[in-house]
């Protein structure tokens, strides 16, 4: 069929089954947007505030369905503009494909107006990029794009477009079945399954931590047959939330900076540490040279260069997570570790006691908010936190039930990432209820995608926790900078005013008795709607790993 | 389990296969770039096969940095084979 360049750009993302793109016109993306003009029936397309608002939507919308979320952008400007969503999706292995319109092919390399070399400033947080010249390079390009970004380790991918590539007329054939070799999963070795099977049999206290490959791997239901049938205590990271549920009676909490008190501690007595789709992070090891010295690692993780990066392991298998997961359920043998867990269980009433005994705060909490939120949606919703003590206290206080319902920034830490990724999540889940649970900071990095939301009337949750602070560097300021408060204040404006600007209705609440109708009003609105809670200024999340310290010298208060 | 680091530094030199084509150069030297190695040479040049292209860098790190580099450079799409 002869079509112009930028009908095949929409003919090629039809063939890849997406259905939604999140985008901003502009110059050298005119024709692409003119093309798409005839495909309004076929195609849905969510024009956002800001190309970041476009990335980050991506992401939302990729973290829900597990396929590449899809982003539209001009040149120059435009293209920057989608730098922190790329990084964050590289940091946070999630699938996107950026398509950005280009300059001319003969006005490249002669600063032209809004050219920016995007190739060459997204090589460093890309899993791949390409730029198109040629109308003719368009199916191919495009296939191989998708199969990147979502193969594999997924991560972002861009794909640079000429605009006269753009305008083209060429006979557009798209590839079959394309693949990459390379990228294909390997097979794990029989050898190293029935080893690490030999490992967890032999464990006196073996320990799993569950990471975002397991979620992206769906291994969910493995993960708790191997615990069921070994008696293995389950820990997540931040980003592995959600693989298992929390009321499982084998989970034992998050480890990491915030993480929870008995996992954190347990970590450096555990004999086999069995690491599932998770990168030893320094967030969740904290001092390498104290961590888990009496373990022997089993990291499982499909991307070779992950084993022996950060963490030096006994027996690294590359794979699919579930692939290779399934493979050790067969040569696990029937186990309990009744005293083992019991030694979380008492940790955990350990720390409990001492945070009970703390006095009570007048104001209304941040895990109060939470904890409310949590047992009214009975752990069912889906939360997109943004960064900082909001994520920590919603990673630690809603009782996830279900798989990829805890979406936030964790690699990069994108102040702004909830509101924009929110809108991502809701379109991929209409009938999943989307509360984003964010801080009165990171709420003005994207409070512009508010216009977004209303105007493509997307019933999300807006949870707003306002502390008037940029509350996780208080902390810090407090705890480890004498109380010196430097420029963490924030005088706010008035954001019921600024969200029904937006035609999106609004209620503040301040007093602790008004809390729970506030709530369960917030949660019975149809449509998009606003919750902001005036929160206690100084209250802070714990517990907590200094930095420097070892895992087991967390602080409970 | 300590990650314990070859502390001895040394030349290594690294043989990689790429798919001739603009920017591979550019992103393989990321690698080195992003750790803050110092490349102290480069070498480029077209197979018999013209689409494809062998590249020879020479940087000083330990051993054990040497296995990052090169997990890290097979990760690049581009790249064929590492040594």
New interface residues.
Partial sequence: MKITGSQAVIESLLKEKVKVIFGYPGGANMPIYDALYNYKKKMRHVLVRHEQGATHAAEGYARVTGKAGVCFATSGPGATNLITGIADAMMDSVPMVCITGQVASHLIGTDAFQETDV??IT??IT???YQITKAEEIPQVFAKAFF?AQNGRPGPVVIDITKDAQFKIFDFKYPKNYQ?K?LMLPTPSEKAVKQAALMINEAKKPFMIIGHGALISKASQTLIKISEKSGVPMAVTLHGIGAVSSQHKNYVGMVGMHGHYSPNILTNQADVIIAVGMRFDDRVTST??TY??H???IHIDI???EI???????LGIVGDANTVLKKIFAYVKKNNHRDWLNEFKKLKIHAKKIVDKQPKRPGITQQEVISMISDKTHGEAIIVADVGQNQMFSARFYQYKNPNSYITSGGLGTMGFALPASMGAKIAAPKTPVIAVIGDGGFQMTIQELGTIFQEKLPIKILILNNEYLGMVRQWQELFFEKRYSFTHLVNPDFIAISKGYGIPAKLVTEKNKLEKAIDNFLNTGGPTLLEVKVEKENNIFPMIPSGAAVDEIRIE | ????LNKKYMKKTFTIIVENQP?VL??LV?VFY?RKINISAVHVDETKDSSISKVLITAEMSEDMA??IA??I??I?EVISVK
Avoid at chain 1, 308 to 314: A, D, F, V
Avoid at chain 2, 1 to 4: R, S, T
């Fill in positions: 190739i060459g090589a460093p899993k791949w990029n990147i990459i390379k390498i040279a888990a010295p373990a022997k690692i991307d070779a260069s022996n990066k950060n963490i030096k392991s006994y | 389990m300590k990650l314990e920017g550019y992103r990321n992003k296995q990052k997990k890290q097979y990760k799409i």
